[in-house]
T-cell receptor, first 114, second 115 residues
Framework: AQSVTQLGSHVSVSEGALVLLRCNYS??????LFWYVQYPNQGLQLLLK??????LVKGINGFEAEFKKSETSFHLTKPSAHMSDAAEYFC????????????FGTGTKLQVIP | EPEVTQTPSHQVTQMGQEVILRCVPI?????FYWYRQILGQKVEFLVS????????KSEIFDDQFSVERPDGSNFTLKIRSTKLEDSAMYFC?????????????FGSGTQLSVL
């Protein structure tokens, strides 16, 4: 069975500082990995995904994530935090063979301090 | 960008009552899903639906749950006899492909409170 673990349920950064949200996965097969963002009172929105190919993937709003197989990690980063980045972020994994189910982590709430 | 819409945004019900959560997926999508998130816990897969039948369901999706696409636009989740532990945010999602890596479009959720 696949799973993802997000380290830190709450992360606070200053505006302009580096954002680093951690995600480690467990999968018996090469996984597909995702980051979703949820703004208050809104649905889940896909930030970026890794399927195959380049291990550094770029997403919307300046976010990127790097797939590191040796570390079973898929951490999300952004060089400079903006106030509008305050939201909850979910890492997720999908088994390419079990195509219809996405397994989510518990989420990390990002607070951006002015 | 096209949206998945869910109604109502909040639903309060008494234990043992039936509830129906409604979703309007994106119009050209063929695959539909329900997920839920109990407060402080993970977003969990409940069920996927394609071609008017359930294609996969989780162990959470027991006989108390059912899904239906009653017409060409709505997709509903029915809980027959609600329990306290059914209190959660329920998300509907749709996609134009059945492969998990395709982009899932999520609605903003229905917060269900069972008293």
């Amino acid at each position: 069975a696949q799973s993802v673990t997000q380290l830190g349920s709450h992360v606070s950064v200053s505006e302009g500082a580096l954002v680093l949200l951690r995600c480690n996965y467990s999968s018996s097969v090469p996984p597909y990995l995702f980051w979703y963002v949820q703004y208050p009172n809104q649905g889940l929105q896909l930030l970026l995904k890794y399927t195959t190919g380049a291990t550094l993937v770029k997403g919307i709003n300046g976010f990127e994530a790097e797939f590191k197989k040796s570390e079973t990690s898929f951490h999300l980063t952004k060089p400079s935090a903006h106030m509008s980045d305050a939201a909850e972020y979910f890492c997720a994994v999908s088994d390419p063979g079990g195509y219809q189910k996405v397994t989510f982590g518990t989420g990390t709430k990002l607070q951006v301090i002015p | 960008e096209p949206e998945v819409t869910q109604t109502p945004s909040h639903q309060v019900t008494q234990m043992g009552q039936e509830v129906i959560l409604r979703c309007v997926p994106i119009s050209n999508h063929l695959y539909f899903y329900w997920y839920r998130q109990i407060l402080g816990q993970k977003v969990e897969f409940l069920v996927s639906f394609y071609n008017n039948e359930i294609s996969e369901k989780s162990e959470i999706f027991d006989d108390q749950f059912s899904v239906e696409r009653p017409d060409g636009s709505n997709f509903t989740l029915k809980i027959r006899s609600t329990k306290l532990e059914d209190s959660a945010m329920y998300f509907c999602a749709s996609s134009d492909s059945g492969t998990g890596w395709e982009k899932l479009f999520f609605g903003s959720g229905t917060q269900l409170s069972v008293l």
